[in-house]
Nanobody, 126 residues
């Protein structure tokens, strides 16, 4: 079974940092571009960042550009999201997701992702 398991969420003060991890299993991790999305209750799931299979290309939502960094370690089947200068509006459940095999999409739509984790809560207080 394909599993994506997020970790690293929690409560942090505005201006602080968190590093999220997503451990993948049950798939050939290196052939999947990966992404992070976030969702607030009652709102649509929004794109945050994406990284290509080798890590050579990254793409960020304007709202997090310059503050967040996405990276991956294919030897560990893990993708990361480093979040700096956090703001209260970053509060959300953060989801890790995998694109179709051999695909690289920067369209920002959840429809380009076929596997999803359960999410991890990030809360930023003022």
């Amino acid at each position: 079974q394909v599993q994506l398991v997020e970790s690293g969420g929690g409560l942090v003060q505005a201006g602080g940092s968190l590093r999220l991890s997503c451990a993948a299993s049950g798939l050939t991790f290196r052939v999947h571009a990966m992404g992070w999305f976030r969702q607030v209750p009652g709102k649509e799931r929004d794109f945050v960042a994406a990284i290509s299979q080798s890590g050579s290309n990254t793409y960020f939502a304007d709202s997090v550009k310059g503050r967040f960094t996405i990276s991956r370690d294919n030897a560990k089947n893990t993708v990361y999201l480093q979040m700096n200068s956090l703001k209260p509006e970053d509060t959300a459940v953060y989801y890790c997701a995998a694109q179709r095999p051999f695909s690289w999409s920067t369209s920002s739509t959840p429809r380009d992702y076929i596997y999803w984790g359960q999410g991890t809560q990030v809360t930023v207080s003022s």
